[in-house]
């Protein structure tokens, strides 16, 4: 009796203690076609790719996806669709958001992008949007960083940008590149060292533009607007 007591006891507590109901990773695609390699790593606990609604998509043509989450509670939500798209995000950390587009809707294709994302830290953003031949890279390294890149553009080499955030937390850059620039298009390069520093850089126009920002230190705001 005092065994059977025990043992009913032990399967109460599993029972109403929430870490075995919780503890698990989950991944949702939904993709078709071309020569996609897919290649998903999670290690740890709660982190998601995608979800039951809005499964991550990547569609077709020549595709190379990795995703790698370590750590706990990361969220991942991709979408991709078509040309020669090359997706890598490699998240170290807890509470963590990656969430890059390509094309916006299901019927966008997204032509030569390659998007990049590094992330090593805690309860960092990262919000990249792609645009025609644009190159995007992210390395971010330290927690309450946000990042954004928006690239657009219908023009001959596109949109490129790059940011990389190192040793340093609460930093807010924002690159934001539109239009239909000329031969070259537009080129943004954003390099931090520091913490809670906030960068904005703005393209548009059909004027080709560079731009190249390298800041050291803590609690600087830069602003660079370039366009016609």
Do not use: H, W
């Not at 539109?178 to 809670?196: I, R």
């Amino acid at each position: 009796m005092k065994q059977f007591l025990k043992l009913l006891l032990a399967l109460s507590f599993m029972a109403t203690t929430p870490v075995f109901a919780q503890s698990q990773n989950t991944v949702y695609i939904d993709q078709i076609g071309s020569s996609s390699t897919i290649d998903v790593t999670q290690t740890g606990s709660n982190n998601v790719v995608g979800d039951e609604v809005n499964k991550t998509i990547f569609r077709g043509n020549s595709q190379l996806v990795m995703i790698t989450q370590i750590g706990s509670n990361n969220n991942s939500v991709f979408n991709i669709q078509g040309n020669g798209a090359q997706l890598t995000s490699n998240v170290t950390g807890s509470f963590n958001t990656v969430n890059a587009s390509c094309g916006a809707a299901p019927t966008t294709a997204c032509t030569d992008t390659i998007i990049t994302a590094n992330i090593t830290g805690n309860t960092n953003n990262v919000n990249i949007t792609s645009g025609a031949k644009s190159l995007a890279t992210v390395d971010a390294t330290g927690d309450n960083n946000t990042v954004g890149i928006t690239s657009s553009t219908t023009n001959l080499l596109g949109a490129r940008a790059r940011v990389t955030s190192t040793g340093g937390n609460g930093n807010a850059i924002t690159v934001s590149q539109t239009g239909t620039a000329g031969l070259n298009g537009f080129d943004a390069t954003v390099d931090v060292t520091g913490g809670s520093n906030t960068i904005g850089v703005t393209q548009g126009g059909t004027v080709d533009s560079t731009v190249n920002i390298k800041s050291v230190g803590s609690n600087n705001s830069i602003t660079v607007r370039s366009g016609n």
